[in-house]
């Protein structure tokens, strides 16, 4: 059993079709990003199928091989150093590889900055082993210095509040420039 679902619950079901469907949905001519907090992403990933890892800690790989326009997904070997969250907290302790696969949609690309602090929500694929999508939104992943994003999807994921940033409807979308990570 690979070390990253190793004493995990596992959360089901992945936000990447519904994520990159409301992106290219919501995306005319420039990019518009729906605002979503890791509360939103947690949702999500419980009713998709693919078993998702949510992660916190640092990720490092080559940033000059980070897209930089177009219509492009390119995928880029990473090392993650942190904790993944189990059955109460993020209390497993993980050091491995992950597999960045970053995509660009309407001229946007996502972007990370190495040795970051993250809140991850990655996909375990058989095969493939983890795979983080970095989209131009920043769905996946959210800045983790300060631990916020972590207490959030601690809230959620043990039965507490579990905030919303997206609106009650579509109509009260108004364009949101991509996620500077």
């Known amino acids: 059993m690979p070390v990253w679902l190793r004493n995990s619950k596992p959360i089901s079901k992945a936000l990447l079709a519904a994520g990159l469907s ?22 999500i990933v419980q009713q998709e199928e693919e078993p998702f890892v949510i992660l916190e800690g640092n990720v490092s790989f080559d940033q000059s091989l980070l897209p930089q326009g177009g219509k492009a997904t390119v995928e880029i070997p990473s090392h993650f150093n942190g904790l993944m ?13 992950m597999l960045l696969e970053v ?11 190495s040795g970051g602090r993250y809140l991850v929500f990655a996909r375990q694929i058989e095969g493939r082993g983890v795979v983080a999508v970095v989209d131009p939104c920043g769905s996946f992943f959210f800045d983790a210095i300060g631990g916020r994003p972590g207490d959030v999807v601690l809230a959620c994921h043990n039965g507490g509040e579990c905030p919303t940033k997206l609106p009650d409807s579509l109509d009260e979308v108004a364009p949101t420039p991509p996620a500077n990570n």
């Open 103 to 113: 995509h660009c949609a309407g001229g946007e690309c996502g972007s990370l900055n």
């Open 85 to 97: 969250l189990g059955q109460r907290y993020f209390d497993q302790q993980v050091e491995g590889e």
């Open 22 to 43: 409301a992106l290219n949905a919501t995306q005319a001519l420039a990019l518009s990003c729906l605002p979503m907090g890791p509360g939103d992403v947690y949702r």
